[in-house]
């Protein structure tokens, strides 16, 4: 299983709103593939995967506060 980890998304964003999961267990994702909006105190923004493959298990549900400093696991993989 590999770890899906938040990538670094701006300046001073250190928490954001998980608006939208854009992919399903089961889905095949690429690398670069948009796979959740977050919505932060400046913007919705679309994070993309930074890995290629199949999601196994999200650990996350759409409502949850996400922490944005990069080592934070999101655990979707």
Sequence with gaps: MIEFKLPELGENIEQGDLVRLMVAPGATVSTGQSVMELE????????????????QEIRVKEGDKMYLPPERRVDIW
Excluded: H, L
């Design 40 to 55: 932060t105190d400046k913007a919705v923004v679309e994070v993309p995967s930074s890995v290629s493959g199949t999601v």
